[in-house]
């Protein structure tokens, strides 16, 4: 391992993801095919993979096996961990894979793997900053325990880590920040407050960190998907009969998502928003006046009074006077 970081166009493999792109037959019509697309950009680079045991983060570290040199995969399952660790193995002999079990809930443990990262030599190259928990439901009803962790995970240790991950990335004179955020951070979001808002602020803390860190030769992308089939709606889901936000037409296969988000990284680019549909979606919700997005949530809201049930107004005084 350089302890001086390692360019990121540097390449020992030669190898190829796919993407999507309207391309036209020879009876001159168009439609859309997987192309090629050279991932020689990541090769022998040192990623970090925050989430790596399932969703994104598990297809991040799939697709970035080929070429990548190292990669760090951080996790609360180990067991998860360990089993993708032999598969990535399969993939590429040659990857050199370090497996750290990590609670980014719990602030001490983060603090612990900074340090063990900055004492092992290890030069991270590209930081995806991809875990995150979900909460769906009204605040008023939430577990404050849940609602801490999300706010831990999904703001407070991806912002520690790239804090902690900068100054080595700036010593060794460049690199790569991806921050996994949602479309849902483009609106306030009922039933979904703080999952939103924490969504909001990654969007927003990668916007800025992007202009800061312009001239130094790191870039900085902020991913904004819509909805994607991984397990993350069950686990936001509070009960396991309870309907989750999931709209088809809006879909996009975790593939397709890692494969337009490592693009956009290659590019520079600022923000990427897989799907064209969902492209589309995004557009119309920002330019929507918040006026008429108040209506539409009191609109939604009297619905669901309406059908739910009577509440009682009893209820037992506190025991503990507080």
Same mark, same amino acid.
């Given at each position: 391992?350089?302890?001086?970081?390692?360019?990121?166009?540097?390449?020992?493999?030669?190898?190829? =993801?796919?993407?999507?792109?309207?391309?036209?037959? *020879?009876?001159?019509?168009?439609?859309f095919?997987?192309?090629?697309?050279?991932?020689?950009?990541?090769?022998?680079?040192? &990623?970090?993979?925050?989430?790596?045991s399932?969703?994104?983060?598990?297809?991040?570290?799939?697709? $970035?096996?080929?070429?990548?040199?190292?990669?760090?995969?951080?996790?609360?399952?180990?067991?998860?961990?360990?089993?993708?660790?032999?598969? $990535?193995?399969?993939?590429?002999?040659?990857?050199?894979?370090?497996?750290?079990?990590?609670?980014?809930?719990?602030?001490?443990?983060?603090?612990?793997?900074?340090?063990?990262?900055?004492?092992?030599? $290890?030069? =991270?190259?590209?930081?995806?900053?991809?875990?995150?928990?979900?909460?769906?439901?009204k605040?008023?009803?939430?577990?404050?325990?849940?609602?801490?962790?999300?706010?831990? &995970?999904?703001?407070?240790?991806?912002?520690?880590?790239?804090?902690?991950?900068?100054?080595?990335?700036?010593?060794?004179?460049?690199? #790569?920040?991806?921050?996994?955020?949602?479309?849902?951070?483009?609106?306030?979001?009922?039933?979904?407050?703080?999952? #939103?808002?924490?969504?909001?602020? =990654? *969007?927003?803390?990668?916007?800025?960190?992007?202009?800061?860190?312009?001239?130094?030769?790191?870039?900085v992308?902020?991913?904004?998907?819509?909805?994607?089939?991984?397990?993350?709606?069950?686990?936001?889901?509070?009960?396991?009969?309870?309907?989750?936000?999931?709209?088809? $037409?809006?879909? &996009?296969?975790v593939?397709?998502?890692?494969?337009?988000?490592?693009?956009?990284?290659?590019?520079?680019? #600022?923000?990427?928003?897989?799907?064209?549909?969902?492209?589309?979606?995004?557009?119309?919700?920002?330019? &929507?006046?918040?006026f008429?997005?108040?209506?539409?949530?009191?609109?939604?809201?009297?619905?669901?009074?309406?059908?739910?049930?009577?509440?009682?107004?009893?209820?037992?005084?506190?025991?503990?006077?507080?």
């Amino acid at each position: 391992m350089s302890e001086t970081g390692r360019s990121l166009t540097c390449s020992r493999f030669s190898a190829a =993801v796919q993407r999507k792109a309207l391309v036209q037959l *020879t009876d001159g019509k168009f439609e859309f095919r997987w192309k090629p697309m050279k991932i020689s950009y990541f090769a022998e680079c040192t &990623v970090l993979i925050t989430g790596a045991s399932a969703g994104l983060g598990r297809e991040f570290a799939r697709q $970035l096996a080929q070429v990548a040199g190292s990669l760090i995969l951080v996790a609360r399952r180990q067991d998860r961990l360990k089993t993708l660790e032999l598969e $990535l193995k399969l993939i590429n002999p040659e990857l050199e894979i370090f497996i750290q079990q990590v609670d980014l809930q719990n602030e001490e443990d983060v603090s612990r793997f900074c340090d063990w990262l900055e004492e092992s030599g $290890l030069t =991270v190259d590209v930081l995806i900053n991809n875990a995150g928990l979900g909460d769906y439901g009204k605040f008023g009803d939430a577990d404050w325990q849940r609602i801490r962790a999300m706010l831990q &995970v999904n703001m407070v240790a991806l912002t520690y880590l790239t804090y902690r991950i900068l100054p080595a990335m700036r010593k060794g004179g460049g690199g #790569a920040i991806l921050n996994v955020s949602s479309i849902a951070g483009f609106v306030p979001m009922p039933n979904g407050a703080v999952y #939103a808002a924490t969504k909001a602020y =990654v *969007t927003s803390f990668s916007e800025a960190l992007r202009a800061e860190l312009r001239a130094l030769n790191i870039s900085v992308t902020v991913l904004c998907p819509g909805p994607v089939p991984t397990e993350f709606q069950e686990v936001a889901a509070r009960t396991s009969d309870q309907e989750t936000i999931s709209v088809n $037409l809006l879909t &996009v296969p975790v593939q397709e998502v890692v494969r337009e988000a490592l693009t956009a990284v290659t590019r520079h680019r #600022a923000r990427v928003v897989p799907g064209m549909m969902v492209q589309v979606a995004a557009t119309a919700i920002l330019f &929507v006046p918040m006026f008429l997005k108040r209506l539409f949530f009191d609109f939604q809201s009297l619905r669901e009074s309406e059908y739910a049930p009577p509440r009682s107004l009893d209820f037992e005084p506190s025991q503990t006077g507080h």
